[in-house]
């Protein structure tokens, strides 16, 4: 579970739930649970309030956890804590959706107890009931979730995080804690012990858990998602290792366009990502049911770049993918948290904290530089599409720009952008979005770095962090003379999908007032815009 570890010293010593909260949540003895503060009226018109990605009603969300598809919904549980818009005593918010679009929100699904707070974790559909926890021949939801444990943590111990499981026969609209738990204690005394997500591989006929410890991930299993044996590690020589190693996933695919299987490793760390604080990488390689090991020509990879990210703008972290999406869907459907630790706290908003990136489909590719995952805005989102533009071809000339009107508010809409690479490959171009107060945000490619940037250096209010403000480079992943760009902008953010998601940004920003106008730039040389297309987008709290 990603958490800014300062606020969690203060924290720590502040943990006034313990003298509400009862004995531990057990079928026969449930957890009380506190009254959260009464909160403003959410409108969901507050500024710099998403209209289409999904944030909670009010207060503080980090970690994506416990995603599950399951009777045709989606599940979303997150990392909440309903009592502040800061960081505290850790609980699983709850919405569910049919589309991924759309999202309902329930009550609180998992609360502190005696045992600790509910950190970041994973859900699965117990088909076969190996668990006991189904009744009436239906199989039960278990959810794996870290306990951290605040007291032996102020204590100075290490074995303050372990693992517990809970279960709902009701679709997830409430949960038994089990009686038993911890299900995996921290017998290593691991300071960094947690978020577990576990899958079923038919392969080995048990369940799989890939946990992170601190500066590598470890592999557990189990028949019943009770009793736990550890299989092995991975990572303490790979990848990025500039922070924690958070919410690990392992994820069986196959190479688009093949009948090849790879399995690829998610990993979250912060701080150390690509932009500085939070950050995802991964790795392909293979999984035997006990090990997984690196394919050699990715081992390569890393040994060249260090590390490759999912995303490499500064915020996306703590994403993790659904588990249980029907076999006939077959997509690889991940999620983020769209924050950074390195500022999450201080953002200039008000009610509420946070929000999460668009649902995308992964895809691994295998290209010219070897085995690469693509990120996709899933398809369900173009149900929001409302008016639509065609932007009109136009050729940039050499520092110029080009206002595109599109005719609707750009601070909620998607635009594609097709453009064509000019033979000397040095122009600087892209796209920027203002307002009438001179701010501005810009998103581009370097021809002469063959990089993308994100500059938000005066984007608006950047006063909560000397951090925050930059202009963030990623290399360019593709070899096209054609580079497309496939934008979503929503009130504060900017999620960019790069030649067909070969690569992908996702970038906050904070406009004293919206952006309201768009162009296109061109600097040390021309460039064309061959073709493009907008489209405003409905909100998903008003449809």
Same mark, same amino acid.
């Given at each position: ?275 500085? #604080?939070? $950050?995802?990488?991964? %790795? ?6 006990? !090990?997984?090991?690196? +394919?050699? @020509?990715? =081992? ?67 290209? #010219?530089? $070897?085995?690469?995952? %693509? ?6 989102? !173009?149900?929001?599409? +409302?008016? @639509?533009? =065609? ?81 963030? !480079? ?70």
């Amino acid at each position: 579970m990603g958490f800014l570890k300062q606020s969690a010293k203060i924290l720590l010593s502040l943990w006034l739930l313990g003298s509400l909260l009862g004995v531990a949540g057990g079928c026969s003895q449930p957890t009380v649970q506190p009254t959260p503060p009464v909160a403003a009226a959410v409108t969901y018109t507050e500024q710099y309030r998403p209209q289409f990605h999904f944030s909670p009603p009010s207060m503080w969300m980090n970690d994506p956890n416990g995603m599950v598809y399951f009777e045709g919904e989606y599940h979303l549980f997150y990392q909440y804590y309903p009592n502040d818009t800061v960081w505290g005593p850790m609980h699983w918010g709850h919405a569910v959706s049919t589309d991924l679009v759309y999202w309902k929100q329930l009550p609180i699904a998992l609360y502190p107890d005696e045992l600790g707070y509910i950190f970041s974790g994973s859900a699965v559909v117990d088909w076969d009931n190996s668990s006991g926890f189904g009744v009436d021949g239906r199989p039960p939801l278990v959810a794996i979730f870290t306990y951290h444990n605040p007291d032996l943590a102020k204590a100075g111990g290490k074995d303050h995080e372990y693992q517990g499981i809970a279960w709902s026969n009701d679709r997830g609209r409430s949960w038994n804690k089990y009686p038993g738990n911890p299900v995996l204690p921290n017998t290593q005394k691991l300071q960094d012990f947690r978020d577990p997500k576990v899958f079923w591989h038919g392969e080995s006929q048990r369940w799989i858990m890939a946990l992170s410890a601190r500066d590598h991930v470890q592999f557990w299993a189990s028949k019943n998602l009770k009793n736990w044996a550890f299989l092995s590690d991975f990572g303490r020589e790979w990848g990025a290792h500039g922070g924690v190693w958070e919410c690990p996933d392992l994820v069986r695919m196959t190479v688009q366009g093949s009948n090849e299987v790879r399995w690829v490793l998610i990993l979250n760390l912060n701080p150390g990502g690509p932009q500085g #604080g939070s $950050g995802t990488q991964y %790795f392909v390689g293979d999984f035997d049911g006990k !090990r997984f090991v690196l +394919d050699t @020509s990715f =081992a390569r990879t890393l040994r060249e770049k260090g590390a490759m990210w999912v995303d490499s703008g500064a915020d996306n972290y703590a994403g993790v993918t659904w588990s249980d999406v029907p076999a006939e869907d077959g997509r690889t459907i991940f999620i983020g948290w769209m924050g950074n630790w390195d500022y999450a706290q201080q953002v200039p908003t008000s009610t509420w904290r946070s929000a999460m990136t668009l649902p995308r489909e992964l895809q691994l590719m295998l290209t #010219g530089q $070897g085995y690469r995952l %693509f990120s996709r805005p899933v398809t369900e989102l !173009r149900k929001l599409r +409302d008016d @639509s533009l =065609a932007i009109e071809p136009v050729t940039i000339a050499a520092n110029t720009s080009v206002a595109l009107d599109i005719g609707f508010p750009v601070s909620r809409s998607e635009i594609l952008l097709e453009f064509e690479l000019p033979d000397s490959g040095s122009v600087d171009f892209g796209l920027e979005l203002g307002n009438d107060l001179g701010e501005r945000y810009r998103f581009g490619y370097d021809g002469s770095a063959r990089q993308f940037y994100s500059d938000r250096t005066a984007s608006g209010d950047a006063s909560f962090s000397e951090k925050f403000p930059g202009v963030h !480079r990623a290399d360019r992943m593709h070899e096209d003379v054609m580079l497309r760009l496939h934008l979503f902008i929503d009130a504060a953010s900017i999620e960019v999908f790069a030649d067909d998601g070969a690569n992908v940004m996702t970038e906050t920003f904070f406009p004293t007032r919206e952006f309201d106008a768009i162009s296109v730039y061109a600097n040390g040389g021309s460039v064309r815009l061959s073709k493009g297309e907008a489209w405003s987008l409905k909100s998903i709290w008003q449809p």
